[in-house]
Every structure is written in C-alpha cells, then in structure tokens.
C-alpha cells in the first residue's frame, strides 16, 4: 500500500507573477498526514482561519488563463497549476504554502524550478494511507471540438492532441504513459507555457499578462519565436498542456489513477 508523503524541509520561491506582473514569494513547508495541499494568504490582514485556502473541488473559480482557488471568505490564490502539477508529478499529498499576494510566481514557465527546489529538500514519507481517485467507468467532457475523455487504467496516462494554427505547432500529439517521477521530471517539468505575440496587446487590455515576458513564457511570432532560447522541445507547446492537466487534476486534492 502507497504511503502518504511530504517535503522534508520548508523552501521558498520569488518572482514576478505572469497576470498582477507583481513580485510574489512563497513559502512551502511540510505537512503531516491527511492536510492535503493548504495555501495561507499571509499578506492578508483577517483572522487566521480565513487566511487558509484548500485545494479541493469545492473551491475551484472561474478565471481566466490560469487555474484559482477561493475559500468561503472571497479570499483567492491564483496561477497555482504549476506547483500542483509538481506535487501531483513528485507524489507530494501534503504541503502547506505560505504566499504575500494573490498569485503565485510565474518563475521560468515551467516546473522545473519547483521540482529541483522539492529535489533539493527531499520528500518524507508519512504513516497514513494515500488517497487516491481511481476511475471506475468511461466518460466524456466536452464538445467535438475540445474534449476530455477519461477511461479506467492501473496507472495515470494523459494522451493529449492539440491544434494551432501556427507553423511551429500545427498538429502536436504525445502520449504519457505510466506517470513517475522520473518521467514528469524529464518529459513534463520543464515545459513552459506559451503565447501569442499579436494577442499581447488585447490580454492587457483585460489586465492580464502584465508581467509576462520571453523569460517567463514561449512568445511566438508569425514564424517563429521571440525567445532567445530555443525550444526545449520539438513539442514543447503540447508538453505543457499535459504539464498543467496534471497540474489542474490536482485541484481535486488527491492523485489520480486513470487515463
């Protein structure tokens, strides 16, 4: 029987965040069994009990471009896909983190800071049972144009296809099987998101991507790209759409057996 774990020692992360484009710190620490993954808005000046965010369904928000949590008390954390996609990825069931804003830092784009920080720390292994969700039955989300279809599997496997019309992306497939750690951290961490050079003007417009930027993000132009690093991989742009569905499962507060 898997065991439940979480990080060793505390570790902290600054940077500028993709959408306030304000500079955001945050705090991890380990937790013991059965807390779940817990953010705590420490900038906020209310009781400490309304500081706590969960992660589970529940407090899952509509936003735009990112993934947000919000508590009974209208306080919200925003931009948290990453981190969750690396505790899902490394098997992290337990952390508290700690934040001074509303959002959490871009860093490079990817996930490959948080895992090497959570590497860095090392993982501990709990004495209580870990919970999972395991699908039981096929089902469909969606329309014909965007869907998910989830079915029963020993292991969880993500078969992502997308569809741009860019040169660089055009059709992209690739298949995850099996998802360890060793996989998310050399397939999946370090892929970064990615955007469009003639849709910047209008998301700022809505007062989004203020801080985003060719260090934090893939920013293609007509024919290319803007970066002055190339492509980590051929087919980074559907890598990262798998790295945040791992990321965005985790919302649910438990791991996920499934295809």
Do not use: W
């Not at 690739?174 to 397939?187: A, Q, V």
């Not at 790295?243 to 499934?258: K, P, Q, T, V």
């Amino acid at each position: 029987m898997a065991m439940q774990t979480t990080i060793k020692k505390s570790f902290t992360l600054s940077g500028i965040t993709l959408h306030s484009g304000k500079t955001s710190t945050i705090n991890v620490h380990p937790a013991p069994s059965n807390t779940g993954i817990k953010f705590k808005r420490i900038d906020l000046v209310v009781p400490n009990h309304q500081k706590v965010i969960e992660c589970n369904i529940n407090n899952i928000v509509n936003s735009q471009l990112c993934s947000s949590l919000e508590n009974i008390f209208g306080h919200r954390v925003s931009m948290i896909e990453h981190l969750l996609s690396a505790f899902h990825g490394l098997n992290i069931d337990n952390a508290i983190i700690d934040l001074d804003t509303d959002e959490l830092p871009i860093l490079d784009g990817s996930s490959k800071l948080i895992v090497e920080k959570i590497e860095s720390v090392g993982v501990k292994e709990l004495h209580s049972p870990k919970k999972v969700i395991k699908i039981l039955k096929s089902f469909m989300v969606g329309n014909e144009e965007s869907f998910i279809k989830v079915k029963p599997s020993d292991k969880l496997s993500i078969d992502y296809t997308i569809i741009y019309d860019h040169s660089l992306i055009k059709k992209q497939n690739y298949l995850l099987e099996d998802l360890n750690e060793i996989k998310y951290k050399e397939m999946i961490s370090s892929s970064r998101t990615f955007g469009f050079e003639d849709e910047v003007e209008h998301l700022k417009k809505q007062g989004l991507i203020k801080g985003g930027s060719t260090k934090n993000a893939i920013v293609l132009s007509k024919n290319g790209i803007l970066n002055d690093e190339s492509l980590r991989f051929e087919n980074e742009f559907v890598r990262h759409k798998i790295l945040d569905a791992i990321g965005d499962i985790y919302l649910s507060g438990m791991s996920f057996i499934g295809s």
